[in-house]
């Protein structure tokens, strides 16, 4: 005989109750993942790690596959360049602050200037484009910068 619980003044069996808190916990599981599946993009699309692909001013382009743009959080930047002819990666950390389409970053190292094409520890870029895949920065020079989601 299935054990009795008296609940809200009325007879409950036990099984019964477990077997339906369980079909509920499964519906509410379920719903959950489903939800989770349909997210595609972080809080920012901004936020991953960018390799750059190409760099062009002027109808001039240069491919790069050397670099990496990691925009970590919504306040802690690095960046990240491999060096082919010593086999050995630098990473430069900083912070930066977006206003609507404009980035700003600031690298808390000087050694960024030797290794390259940024001429300060601090630039901003427009956001051109961005998406689950790419990412177009514009710089205040009048560069074009053309990244993939790595």
């Not at 349909?38 to 670099?67: H, I, R, Y």
């Not at 956001?127 to 009048?142: M, P």
Request: charged share 20%.
């Amino acid at each position: 005989m299935p054990d009795v619980c008296y609940f809200f003044g009325g007879k409950i069996v036990i099984l019964h109750f477990i077997k339906m808190i369980m079909r509920i916990c499964h519906v509410i599981i379920i719903v959950f993942l489903f939800f989770i599946a349909c997210v595609n993009e972080p809080f920012s699309p901004l936020v991953g790690k960018w390799q750059l692909k190409s760099v062009e001013k002027n109808g001039v382009m240069a491919a790069v596959d050397t670099v990496w743009y990691n925009f970590q959080s919504q306040s802690i930047f690095s960046f990240q360049i491999y060096e082919k002819q010593n086999d050995r990666y630098l990473y430069f950390i900083g912070m930066r602050t977006q206003e609507d389409k404009v980035v700003s970053i600031e690298i808390l190292n000087e050694l960024i200037v030797n290794n390259s094409d940024w001429d300060s520890i601090r630039r901003s870029f427009t956001i051109d484009n961005v998406n689950r895949k790419r990412l177009i920065l514009r710089s205040e020079e009048g560069y074009l910068y053309s990244f993939i989601k790595f």
